[in-house]
């Protein structure tokens, strides 16, 4: 099982072409308020993590994802 | 702040305004035939409706809502399940299930409430729903009401949807899969034999949305699930009575028993007003008519193909393949805006799209074009497009 915080490494490396402010990243980080992701990027973004890891992402849980942590920590209960 | 979120939207507009175009609810002042209209003061050739067989201004369709307009009145002022059946209802269902070879069929009184008010009830908590990335805003709407967990697969992507239904593992059979027959931003038809085959491997129940493929593909008008051979697969058809047959109103026809349970279960068949008697007539007689013209198919198709061919023999980006829709896709706003208005003061209404309406980042001059539009018609659209080029607003390269 990988941890949290590889989790949120992947994260950060597939975000990093989407940085196009080129803020430094860390959990707290908003996809919409810091990196100023439209809908359509959030989804490239989705999609990214979904081939990595062959998971599929519900839209369900969007709503409470506000950060690259929350991701990351859906990310993990998904794929355990 | 409760307005701050409408912000961007006003600030637009404000641009629009100062710019003096008025893309979004251009006021229709006359319609003068189903492909001309006087549109913000202009005389316009009407290239961005959905009256894909012209039927919108059909003596017969309009004979057929007046004359039903004097025997049953303006409204049913009801739902279907209070005063608001009419025998007129009734026989629509019926017709409507005939067409389609099923038994069974629900009317409703827009395609959005019957595409959303499907995707809110057919699967809810529990279940899973895998609706196409690209889906129509009443698809979106409705799978978020329905509280089913949402999964989308990449916009007509068979092997993204296998891929997905695999993940589900044992779920797999127990999920709706959505999809369109032709999409309506682009005009692109869906592989719905390639979903079909995927359907039968996984399992899963198929919910197609043909609101822009009926009486426009297949030997019959049925849509794209006819042309594609594959409409055993489909478990549920949906569709529109606004845009092939000229009217307002949707439709779910099924061979499933249990729609006619569905049908007490749906909030936006439930509880709302019917369609009044005048729109059901004219549905009908539109009905009757494509199934009984096929011609009025051939006629669309010989004018999607010349304004396709057209469009692009000028360079310009329009998707891979000819459709009824054609989708000119450019990359900057300002510049897509000047093109529509030079389009309007060229006689041509065009719809023009912006994301989120769009299914990319890219912006949309969308023409439709209609059964009724003469060859000359098309051939003006193509020149006024031409002289977009000639006047440097567009170029091949700027586009796309």
Not at chain 2, 36 to 49: C, F, S
Not at chain 2, 88 to 104: M, P, S, V
Not at chain 2, 200 to 209: A, H, I, S, V
Not at chain 2, 323 to 333: F, G, I, K, L, W
Request: charged residues 20%; glycine residues 8%; negative net charge.
């Amino acid at each position: 099982m990988t941890d949290y915080q590889e989790y949120l490494e992947f994260l950060y490396s597939a975000v990093e072409a989407q940085n196009k402010k080129h803020i430094e990243l860390s959990e707290s980080t908003s996809l919409v308020a810091d990196l100023g992701l439209s809908s359509l990027e959030v989804m490239e973004f989705i999609e990214k993590i979904e081939d990595h890891f062959d998971i599929s992402i519900p839209l369900n849980i969007l709503p409470d994802v506000n950060t690259i942590g929350d991701l990351a920590t859906k990310v993990r209960e998904l794929n355990l | 702040m409760l307005f701050d979120k409408f912000q961007t939207m006003a600030g637009f507009q404000a641009e629009l305004a100062e710019r003096k175009v008025e893309p979004f609810g251009a006021v229709t002042e006359k319609i003068l035939s189903a492909t001309e209209g006087v549109v913000q003061g202009r005389n316009v050739i009407l290239a961005g409706t959905n009256n894909y067989l012209g039927l919108s201004f059909d003596p017969r369709c309009i004979k057929a809502a007046q004359d039903a307009a004097a025997r049953w009145g303006t409204g049913t002022t009801g739902s279907r399940l209070a005063n608001g059946s009419f025998t007129e209802h009734q026989a629509l269902e019926t017709e409507i299930a005939q067409f389609y070879g099923k038994d069974h069929a629900i009317v409703f009184s827009t395609g959005y409430t019957a595409t959303m008010g499907m995707c809110a009830t057919l699967a809810g908590p529990g279940d899973v729903i895998l609706l196409d990335a690209d889906s129509h805003a009443s698809i979106y709407t409705g799978v978020k009401l329905s509280g089913a967990e949402i999964i989308r697969y990449k916009h007509n992507n068979p092997e993204d949807l296998a891929k997905r239904l695999r993940r589900l593992g044992d779920r797999a059979n127990q999920t709706l899969i959505i999809a369109e027959g032709i999409y309506s931003m682009l005009g692109d038809v869906a592989p719905l034999q390639e979903i079909a085959a995927v359907k039968r491997e996984y399992g899963g129940y198929l919910f197609l949305d043909e609101a822009h493929s009926m009486g426009v593909l297949g030997e019959t008008g049925r849509g794209a699930a006819q042309a594609a051979g594959v409409e055993a697969d489909v478990d549920f058809f949906a569709g529109t009575f606004s845009k092939s047959l000229g009217a307002v109103g949707g439709f779910c026809v099924s061979s499933h028993p249990e729609l006619e349970a569905i049908r007490f279960c749906i909030s936006s068949y439930i509880f709302t007003a019917s369609s009044s008697p005048s729109i059901i007539a004219s549905t009908r007689e539109a009905l009757r008519i494509i199934t009984a013209e096929p011609q009025l198919r051939e006629r669309l198709w010989e004018n999607a193909n010349r304004l396709y061919d057209g469009l692009k023999s000028l360079g310009l980006p329009v998707g891979p393949s000819a459709s009824p829709v054609v989708a000119v896709e450019m990359e900057n706003r300002s510049r897509t805006i000047d093109c529509w208005k030079a389009l309007m003061e060229a006689g041509v209404y065009v719809n023009l799209v912006i994301p989120p309406a769009s299914p990319s980042t890219n912006f949309l001059l969308r023409n439709s074009v209609s059964a009724a539009h003469t060859s000359a018609q098309i051939d003006t659209i193509i020149a006024a497009y031409a002289s977009l080029k000639t006047t440097g607003l567009i170029t091949s390269t700027q586009a796309a």
